[in-house]
Structures are given as C-alpha cells and as structure tokens.
C-alpha cells in the first residue's frame, strides 16, 4: 500500500487542522492506520491509530483534542486537531501496519510510511 500524507500548514495557538492519508494500491479497511509526528529534536512518537476492525487509540498528549476517522469511499483516514498548541508543532507521518492492536503505536512494527506533512503551530 502507498500513503499520501496532506493537509499541514500554519495555525495559530487553539486553532484547527485536518490532516489526510490517502492510501493507494491496497483497501485501507485491511490495516490499522496510525498516525506518529516527530517535533524538532526529538524522537517520532505515536499520536493516533485506526484500527482495521474500527477501534481508535490516542497518545495521552492527544486525548481529548485529537480525533481519527476513515472514509472507506475515499480509501483515506483523517485526523482532525482541535485546541492546537506550540508542542503539537511537528512532521506528521502517517503509517500502516498489520500488527496485533496491543501494539500498533510501536514505530518499528509500522509497515508502510507515507512522506510527513509539517504542522506549524505559532501566532
């Protein structure tokens, strides 16, 4: 499977941003979907995951204001963020995988990457 990450930009504190994963060459009901950032200096974390079968996982950081979603017409998943703040400044990846649930937010398990999209969160 191809992913095709799009949708960052510039946003001020508390704003909004709706990122997208376009995926081609495979349906993106036959993986979990996750989605990991990695903030200047510092390591790719997990943020969120759509799992094949529909359940949702969030990073703490995120809970609360992060919310993932999938269109299967489009064959894409989102991520919408709400209540953003100059930590959440990041490249965000997204990613598949066909690991068990209990370990979808480990980097090294993650399949296929799509290329980042730089969120930028500053007045």
């Known amino acids: 499977v191809q992913l095709q990450a799009s949708g960052g930009g510039l946003v001020q504190p508390g704003g909004s941003l709706t990122l997208s994963c376009a995926a081609s060459?495979?349906?993106?009901?036959?993986?979990?979907i996750t989605w990991f950032r990695q903030a200047p200096g510092k390591e790719r974390e997990f943020v969120a995951a759509f799992g094949w079968s529909g359940n949702r996982k969030y990073s703490d950081p995120v809970k609360g204001r992060f919310t993932v979603s999938r269109d299967t017409a489009k064959n894409s998943v989102y991520l919408q963020m709400n209540g953003l703040n100059s930590e959440d400044t990041a490249v965000y990846y997204c990613?598949?995988?066909?690991?068990?649930?209990?370990?979808?937010?480990?980097?090294?398990?993650?399949?296929?990457w799509g290329q980042g999209t730089l969120v930028t969160v500053s007045s």
């Open positions: 060459g495979s349906n993106v009901r036959t993986y979990t």
């Open positions: 990613a598949a995988t066909t690991t068990i649930w209990g370990r979808v937010t480990e980097e090294n398990v993650q399949r296929y």
